[in-house]
């Protein structure tokens, strides 16, 4: 056993330090509309993607992928295949609702220098994983947690990030070469931001309200 | 339209504001022994529960609840379903395996004076959902995002965080009455900590290593 195996004094954090990751939390915003075209540093990207990699994982099992895409012409094929599905949806909602959903921009795929999609291998850890034993989804939500790192992270670079969940599985799978045993998660659009909503978008147009959180916490036991 | 409706200048972090987001993010722990069993005080658990209520959520949907659960019977049963669950992983693993993971310490329910059980409303947005229309998780995928908003707040507080997923869902949900509509996402300990160790537990305890990031990232397409 090496001196690593011991835990360490936890680092406190400052007031300042605690206001900055409260800072991040509260003013992340599911951006589709601000992005700057200016291209995002190696650097940087480099830090949001080591932020990701270090999310909590179910048996350590680490199981997520990065696919970065940053040629226009490769984003134009993702954003017709966008636009297809989000057609399909469109036809979902009616009435007033329609027509608010279609004045909604929903994605920054052309205009986000940077898109990274999120994949999660299932297999990585074989078959009996420690901690999936008795929930099989528990590598999907380990790859949900490195997603929510990159968007508080890039929050702190100036980086605006926005998650694109509008489409066919099938169409993204065929235009990034995707195996069928490796699991989409997410498609995020990228990139810097000198404006963000003050509150969540969806709220500020009138699409849904903010829950009070007090109706959403129980004691002991569900209520209803 | 209200002055809300316009984005505002995105608040840039110093140096120090974003060293503190990556602190948070770096040195963030799946906590299972290092519990202190001093309480919580309210003010904390409230900061805690809204930084989970700031997590991004599809449509806007909050699909989230949270509930508390302090009462030590109470915890002492739900650690009997753990340790119940616990037994089946046990012999899921053989040899050399088996043994290491009976040596591992998972949770944190006795120790720890709050848990948490976090949970995903399918229906609370109707039936059709912006941005859920394509993919039937995302609402999943939000409430994953509050557990990891939860957890890094948790780290800024000086708080330790431990998701234990080892249960049959049936016997969480008798325990905490929760109905067959609501989805079970994560059950969560909590408590101040002094100590944490410096890489993941399962890395220091040789379980799993660490991956090479740049493995795990491609351009443009899947590679094999």
Request: hydrophobic share 45%.
């Amino acid at each position: 056993m090496n001196t690593h195996a011991l835990p360490a004094a936890a680092a406190p954090f400052t007031a300042a330090e605690r206001d900055a990751v409260y800072k991040a939390i509260h003013t992340r915003r599911d951006v589709r509309d601000q992005f700057l075209t200016d291209p995002l540093p190696d650097a940087v990207v480099m830090r949001l993607l080591e932020a990701a990699h270090h999310a909590p994982s179910v048996g350590f099992m680490q199981p997520w992928n990065f696919i970065l895409i940053r040629d226009p012409a490769q984003r134009e094929l993702i954003w017709r295949a966008f636009a297809a599905a989000n057609d399909e949806a469109t036809r979902m909602f009616s009435g007033a609702r329609q027509s608010t959903y279609r004045s909604l921009k929903l994605e920054g795929i052309r205009k986000a220098p940077l898109n990274i999609c999120v994949t999660c291998d299932r297999e990585r850890g074989g078959k009996v994983v420690l901690g999936r034993t008795h929930n099989a989804n528990m590598d999907v939500y380990s790859t949900v947690c490195a997603i929510q790192n990159l968007w508080l992270a890039s929050r702190a670079e100036g980086v605006g990030l926005g998650w694109v969940s509008i489409f066919r599985d099938a169409d993204l799978r065929t235009l990034l070469g995707i195996p069928d045993r490796i699991e989409i998660v997410g498609y995020l659009c990228l990139g810097y931001v000198d404006d963000l909503y003050t509150r969540p978008e969806l709220e500020v147009k009138g699409w849904n309200k903010r829950l009070p959180l007090e109706d959403l916490v129980f004691e002991g036991k569900w209520q209803d």
